[in-house]
């Protein structure tokens, strides 16, 4: 069961109550730079909808939802020239979820990093 919180900061930036730097705006998704950037590319993708995690959006978005998003993840890297080959030579796409992924926003989002080499994802134990 995902409760949605509409405080979070996502929601606030959807209705308009926090301003944002636009990357691009669709039907059902909103990309805008990050704020506190850990790559010199780094852009969060979040849908319009009230989804918590990714497994929430996968399993109760509409087919509009998740193709828009989608496709709104793969123009952003495009725009951004971070697509394999482009410009910057890749990206990392992270979605972190729930309290031991370290999710700090309870609002599905993905964060598009890169614009340099990245290293390693994870560290092992």
Excluded: C, W
């Excluded at 669709?26 to 010199?40: G, K, M, R, V, Y």
């Excluded at 993840?73 to 020239?81: F, H, P, Q, Y």
Aim: proline content about 6%; cysteine-free; aromatic content about 8%.
């Amino acid at each position: 069961m995902y409760v949605y919180d509409t405080d979070n900061i996502f929601a606030k930036i959807l209705r308009g109550e926090i301003p944002n730097n636009t990357v691009v705006e669709t039907e059902h998704s909103l990309a805008f730079h990050d704020i506190n950037p850990h790559a010199p590319v780094h852009v969060l993708v979040i849908p319009k909808g009230p989804y918590v995690t990714f497994d929430h959006f996968a399993s109760e978005a509409s087919d509009a939802e998740i193709i828009d998003f989608n496709r709104t993840v793969a123009k952003v890297a495009e725009m951004l020239e971070v697509t394999p080959g482009a410009g910057h030579g890749g990206y990392r796409l992270i979605s972190n979820a729930g309290e031991a992924g370290v999710q700090e926003v309870p609002h599905l989002h993905v964060h598009i990093a890169g614009g340099h080499r990245l290293g390693r994802m994870l560290s092992p134990r």
